[in-house]
């Protein structure tokens, strides 16, 4: 799937085009909520997942499964529940008689998690046993099961749906499993307009057609495009200094981490911040990165990354406050 370089600035204006037309095809379906699903698409084009959380009712659910329409592959929805197993995710052996040799043996019946894009509905319903089943398909992009590998499809990405985990009978997500996520993405409640075009959609006859505009192909070229977009130092230096700012009881770490944070971001985070910012280039018509757009994704990429402490939450501290202030911090040392 490489390309040469000659072709980039062709493929670049062919991300953007495609971008536009998803965004008008998925608006047939969901009224507002633009920069949400800009992020559902800069993951996509990452080769990233995205987890989406806010109250009941905010048309999650519907907003993956209207991409997964205008993106013509496999989809797979999984509704979480308190009693979901590790298997009902990613499939299990069964034994099965041969009408050939009259021999009994293994066969693997793969589940829902073998699709192109998978929603996790409700991920934070299931205990953290189930959630785990995840882990390894998100991060190694395979399954083992009975002691062999089984590939996922490429490409493949999970887009998972959660509900405040104040809320009665939820489970909070491991780290480990937030951290696999790109984004986590906050869904608000619509516009006074928007509630009232979502009204009067939502009680009329009307029907909408979404139609495919990318395949898996597609999907694959433009991950790579997106991989080639030029970063300089300058924006690699920012980046690396708001992530390492933001890790306690280092000696790079801002004086308000080592005060409000239990635990900052990871490499991961750092290398996530610079591939997000490239996507965010394309996709406002720049053809490299600059430090406006590593702010652009750094709120996404960074609220499920850092744990506050005891101090933070009891004077009302937000993880958005201290990116904020790790966003200026780390600006302030680049320019000095």
């Not at 062709?10 to 047939?28: N, P, V």
């Not at 999650?60 to 013509?72: G, H, N």
């Not at 991961?268 to 600059?290: P, T």
């Amino acid at each position: 799937m490489a390309l040469s370089a000659e072709n980039d600035t062709e493929m670049i204006a062919k991300l953007r085009d495609a971008h536009q037309k998803l965004k008008r095809e998925i608006g047939k379906v969901i009224v507002g909520q633009e920069q949400v699903l800009d992020h559902l698409l800069m993951a996509i084009f990452c080769r990233g997942h995205a987890l989406l959380m806010g109250v009941p009712g905010l048309a999650k659910t519907l907003m993956v499964s209207t991409l997964a329409q205008a993106l013509d592959m496999t989809f797979k929805r999984i509704q979480f529940t308190p009693d979901l197993m590790p298997s009902d995710i990613t499939g299990s052996e069964v034994i099965q008689d041969d009408p050939a040799t009259r021999q009994r043996m293994f066969k693997f019946l793969p589940g829902p998690i073998f699709a192109n894009i998978v929603l996790a509905d409700e991920i934070n319903r299931t205990p953290p046993k189930t959630q785990a089943a995840l882990l390894e398909a998100m991060q190694e992009r395979k399954a083992s099961i009975g002691g062999e590998d089984h590939p996922m499809r490429n490409p493949f990405f999970v887009l998972a749906t959660q509900n405040p985990i104040e809320q009665e009978g939820t489970y909070p997500l491991p780290e480990a499993q937030l951290d696999r996520f790109l984004f986590l993405i906050k869904v608000e409640y619509p516009s006074d307009d928007e509630e009232e075009q979502i009204m009067r959609f939502g009680t009329s006859d009307r029907t909408a057609q979404v139609n495919p505009v990318l395949n898996g192909d597609d999907i694959l070229t433009l991950q790579q495009v997106v991989r080639r977009v030029p970063v300089s130092d300058k924006v690699f230096q920012f980046a690396k200094r708001i992530t390492r700012a933001s890790r306690p009881n280092t000696r790079e770490a801002s004086e308000f981490a080592d005060k409000w944070l239990t635990w900052g971001a990871g490499p991961r985070a750092s290398m996530n911040l610079v591939l997000a910012a490239k996507a965010n280039a394309i996709l406002r018509g720049a053809n490299h990165v600059a430090g406006d757009d590593v702010v652009a994704v750094a709120l996404p990429i960074l609220r499920h990354r850092l744990i506050l402490n005891f101090a933070a939450q009891s004077e009302g501290v937000t993880v958005e406050e201290i990116v904020k202030n790790l966003i200026r911090g780390a600006a302030k040392a680049v320019a000095a």
